[in-house]
Antibody, heavy 121, light 107 residues
Framework: EVQLVESGGGLGQPGGSLRLSCAASGFTFRSYWMHWVRQAPGKGLVWVSRINPDGSSTNYADSVKGRFTISRDNANNTLYLQMNSLRTDDTAVYYC??????????????WGQGALVTVSS | DIQMTQSPSSLSASVGDRVTITCRASQNIINYLNWYQQKPGRAPEVLIYGASSLQSGVPSRFSGSGSGTDFTLTISSLQPEDFATYYCQQSYSTPWTFGQGTKVEIK
């Protein structure tokens, strides 16, 4: 059974840092593109970042570029999101999501349960 | 970035109703269009991928159609468990973008 379990959320200060983790199980983690998607309270879904299977290629939304870093540890089946220079508008539930592996069109076929990040002084 | 516009933003419907939600892309995305359902406090789940392919395990009352810039999600006979928020999403180009969501409420 595919499972994605986020951790590391909580309260962060403006200008501070937090690191989210996403532990993957039930599939060959090193073979999949992985993404982060966030959702501010009461708002819609917003794509944040993605990383290719070996970690050599990453992309970011403009709103987090230069502040957030996505990475992965394929030996330990874990995805990360390092969030620096936090702003109050980074407050959201952060989901890790697996990209489907078949041919295009691609989609998110599995999601984690989400980790709440609150940025406040 | 490709903008995705859903309509309506919300709707009220009764059990058994046929419900249609539309999604328009700001440019041609061929069939790189996916639909997700999200219930309160839960992660989204994919219903339809590639505009019209039903994800395994999803009831057949859900269907998708369209290509290019205009897409539709149809629920043929609304069930109590279908009251949720629905999002379209394009995977044609990065950044992948979502529609603003359509909340389906009980009439």
């Amino acid at each position: 059974e595919v499972q994605l379990v986020e951790s590391g959320g909580g309260l962060g200060q403006p200008g501070g840092s937090l690191r989210l983790s996403c532990a993957a199980s039930g599939f060959t983690f090193r073979s999949y593109w992985m993404h982060w998607v966030r959702q501010a309270p009461g708002k819609g879904l917003v794509w944040v970042s993605r990383i290719n299977p070996d970690g050599s290629s990453t992309n970011y939304a403009d709103s987090v570029k230069g502040r957030f870093t996505i990475s992965r540890d394929n030996a330990n089946n874990t995805l990360y999101l390092q969030m620096n220079s936090l702003r109050t508008d980074d407050t959201a539930v952060y989901y890790c999501a697996r990209r489907s592996s078949s041919q295009p069109p691609y989609y998110f076929d599995f999601w984690g349960q989400g980790a709440l990040v609150t940025v406040s002084s | 970035d490709i903008q995705m516009t859903q309509s309506p933003s919300s709707l009220s419907a009764s059990v058994g109703d046929r419900v249609t939600i539309t999604c328009r892309a700001s440019q041609n995305i061929i069939n790189y269009l996916n639909w997700y359902q999200q219930k309160p406090g839960r992660a989204p789940e994919v219903l339809i991928y590639g505009a019209s392919s039903l994800q395994s395990g999803v009831p057949s009352r859900f269907s998708g159609s369209g290509s290019g810039t205009d897409f539709t999600l149809t629920i043929s006979s609304l069930q109590p468990e279908d009251f949720a928020t629905y999002y379209c999403q394009q995977s044609y180009s990065t950044p992948w973008t979502f529609g603003q969501g359509t909340k389906v409420e009980i009439k």
